[in-house]
């Protein structure tokens, strides 16, 4: 762990009742300014990983004041988990212009999380600063931890068929709402590509290795599918 980010996670902790109210909706005024600010951010990590990203390179680089990006991100580990937060809802967009093919819910959720996997894959430091950064998140980061969260399982719904809107999963309608059941393997493929990432970045997994965790995990769609049992 970097000295930069053993100084964040203190910083995230105190700075935190500073931010504005998550309620509170953004003008869109404000969300431009958001939206640039994530962008320099995802650039600078593009380019240097966790460390390139500094608070007033940042505010720079997005035109912002300093102060001003404090108030939207109490901390380098906010920004860049609501960082991933956006990276993964464009990924999203893309996966419902072009559907995953598979014939089953399980193989078309691992290869909706491979095709992610290999996004992240073109942009290793990008995908590096964001990952330590969900490591490093304390409790005042977790509404941004819960987005990410939230939008992982969107992911994972939508290719199972139960996702809402233009594009959910392969097409399906009329599946209703998960079950326990399903929702809990949702949770432990959360888990498994989360670990995968981790083990990849860190150079003790291979792309092959990776690949044969998802669909192995993946299993657990069709074993928890109650049309199947």
């Given at each position: 762990m970097s000295a930069d980010a053993k100084v964040e996670a203190p910083e995230a902790a105190t700075a935190r009742p500073s931010s504005p109210p998550p309620s509170a909706p953004l003008t869109e005024r404000q969300e431009a300014r958001r939206r640039r600010i994530l962008?320099?951010?995802?650039?600078?990590?593009?380019?240097?990983?966790?460390?390139?990203?500094?608070m007033r390179e940042v505010a720079e680089s997005s035109q912002v004041a300093l102060g001003t990006l404090y108030r939207y991100f109490p901390s380098k580990v906010h920004l860049l988990v609501?960082?991933?937060?956006?990276?993964?809802?464009?990924?999203?967009?893309?996966?419902?212009?072009?559907?995953?093919?598979?014939?089953?819910?399980?193989?078309?959720?691992?290869?909706?999380?491979?095709?992610?996997?290999?996004?992240?894959?073109?942009?290793?430091?990008?995908?590096?600063?964001?990952?330590?950064?969900?490591?490093?998140?304390?409790?005042?980061?977790?509404?941004e931890v819960d987005q990410v969260s939230r939008?992982?399982?969107?992911?994972?719904?939508?290719?199972?068929g139960f996702g809402e809107g233009e594009?959910?999963?392969?097409?399906?309608?009329?599946?209703?709402?998960?079950?326990?059941?399903q929702l809990s393997a949702v949770r432990v493929i959360e888990h498994t590509w989360h670990s995968a990432l981790i083990t990849?970045?860190?150079?003790?997994?291979?792309?092959?290795?990776?690949?044969?965790?998802?669909?192995?995990?993946?299993?657990?769609?069709?074993l928890t599918d109650p049309a199947r049992n």
């Open positions: 962008h320099a951010s995802a650039q600078l990590a593009s380019r240097g990983g966790f460390d390139a990203v500094q609501a960082t991933m937060q956006d990276q993964l809802e464009h990924m999203h967009g893309t996966l419902r212009k072009k559907p995953p093919t598979g014939d089953t819910a399980a193989e078309r959720v691992a290869e909706t999380l491979m095709r992610a996997f290999r996004a992240l894959q073109r942009e290793p430091h990008l995908a590096d600063a964001m990952v330590r950064a969900l490591t490093f998140a304390d409790r005042s980061v977790s509404p939008q992982t399982t969107a992911i994972i719904l939508d290719s199972m594009g959910g999963g392969a097409g399906e309608s009329g599946r209703g709402r998960p079950t326990p059941e990849w970045l860190s150079g003790r997994a291979s792309i092959a290795q990776v690949k044969i965790d998802i669909e192995t995990v993946c299993r657990l769609i069709d």
